[in-house]
């Protein structure tokens, strides 16, 4: 058998600072590098025994009824198993400005990875539901600049750093028959995750909700549930047959941004000092599996309140959006659905820091610095999403389903009174 425990991954990078150049001459730039590089990667991150049928407790019963402790294998095996490869190719320019005053970074990455390890979903007749496998290939490419400055206006310094990242994720193989692969969460009511040539990975796959059915809509033959009526969701028929079914199902979200960007700055006046950093995400999905409960309108849970402006009746119907109660399959309020997906964009305050150093007047003979502050991590986060947080996944390990929100616990609000003492 081919030993697969190993692996070889070379590097190679070159740069060339063309602001050493006898022929470089500028007045404002200072420094100027141009950059390549390629390189390879692996991910060992295979479980203990990954590759290993494992065995876990397993109650059956005997011809005459009786319960007995037993063992059964809990895992399928793969004596295949090997690492995931990525190679990257990163194109790159560094620009000084103004004696370096200001300094810009500039990437364009392409970067593959072959044999990926994924849980793979397998018929339940082998006596599993997954199997850890080397399959296809996916690429991240993008764009990723960065600016860092620091100068003083009087007796003010400001240093500051600016960060932006652009990222598409496409799958282009999966397997000899490039099959999709639909995964489903424990607990998720069959909620789809698809990852699909061509797509994203693990992409939001339900059926897609026009809005809510009107009697005109009965009346004009709208492809509906068997059964349905004015009220009920309108779900949108995707492959055209005339009937809704699961072959509807169709991209609904993803939970890979458009992009990312951030700032963290300090600003020093004198004794006091300031700092924030600042992040936002944009154009990223998250399947806010709460929302089965949430909008049943059946009494099982708390609801939100935009049901309070669902359809009751062709002269009353709502916002055109929340369907009347009726989580049977007709109503669908309990089936996967994209009204399971809220927007997820953000912009959050990380962290807010206000200081005050004592003069040095008030230092003593073995007291060499002292510094008061206050501090607040998370403080603010602006955002449409109605939930505590979108920046969640309930299966944080697996990339095939990430980006649910299960009701997750919230992220923490802090606030902290603090004294830096630095003696002689």
């Not at 593959?112 to 399959?135: A, E, H, M, Y």
């Not at 500051?160 to 028959?177: H, R, T, W, Y």
């Amino acid at each position: 058998m081919k030993i697969t425990n190993g692996g070889t991954f070379p590097s190679i990078s070159a740069g060339w600072r063309v602001s050493n150049e006898g022929f470089f001459q500028s007045n404002f730039v200072s420094d100027l590098k141009l950059r390549a590089s390629f390189g390879e990667t692996g991910n060992f991150q295979i479980p203990n025994f990954g590759s290993q049928s494992l065995l876990s407790q397993n109650n059956y019963v005997d011809g005459d009824g009786n319960q007995i402790n037993g063992y059964a294998q809990s895992t399928a095996p793969n004596a295949n198993l090997k690492w995931e490869r990525t190679s990257t190719i990163d194109i790159g320019a560094d620009l000084g400005l103004f004696n370096n005053t200001i300094y810009l970074n500039l990437d364009y990455y392409d970067s593959r990875t072959k044999d990926l390890l994924l849980n793979v979903p397998v018929p339940s007749i082998s006596g599993f539901t997954t199997q850890l496998t080397n399959i296809g290939e996916v690429k991240n490419a993008g764009f990723e600049a960065g600016l860092s400055t620091n100068f003083d206006i009087g007796e003010l310094n400001v240093k500051a750093n600016v960060n932006f990242s652009a990222n598409k994720n496409e799958i282009l193989a999966l397997g000899p028959d490039n099959n999709d692969i639909i995964a489903t969460i424990p607990g998720g009511a069959g909620f789809g995750f698809l990852t699909r040539v061509g797509e994203e990975l693990g992409s939001f796959y339900a059926l897609r909700v026009n809005g809510v059915l009107s009697q005109q809509d009965i009346d004009n033959g709208v492809p509906t549930f068997p059964g349905s009526r004015a009220g009920d969701l309108d779900i949108q028929d995707i492959n055209g047959d005339g009937a809704i079914t699961d072959d509807d199902r169709t991209i609904v979200g993803s939970v890979f941004p458009d992009y990312t960007a951030g700032i963290s700055a300090t600003l020093k006046y004198r004794n006091i000092d300031f700092g924030f950093n600042l992040q936002t995400v944009q154009g990223f999905q998250t399947n806010a599996l709460i929302n089965r409960y949430n909008y049943n309108i059946e009494g099982n849970f708390n609801n939100i309140s935009r049901v309070l402006d669902r359809y009751q009746s062709d002269s009353d119907p709502g916002n055109g959006i929340e369907g009347r109660a009726n989580r049977s399959t007709t109503g669908a309020l309990g089936r996967p659905t994209s009204r399971w997906v809220e927007e997820g964009s953000f912009t959050r305050i990380r962290n807010l820091t206000l200081g005050y150093t004592l003069p040095e007047s008030l230092e003593s003979s073995f007291l060499e610095r002292a510094r008061i502050y206050v501090s607040a991590q998370n403080p603010f986060t602006f955002t449409d999403y109605p939930y505590y947080n979108p920046e969640v996944s309930s299966t944080p390990d697996s990339a095939l389903t990430g980006g649910q929100d299960y009701g997750n616990y919230p992220l923490a609000r802090t606030i902290i009174l603090g004294l830096n003492l630095n003696f002689k």
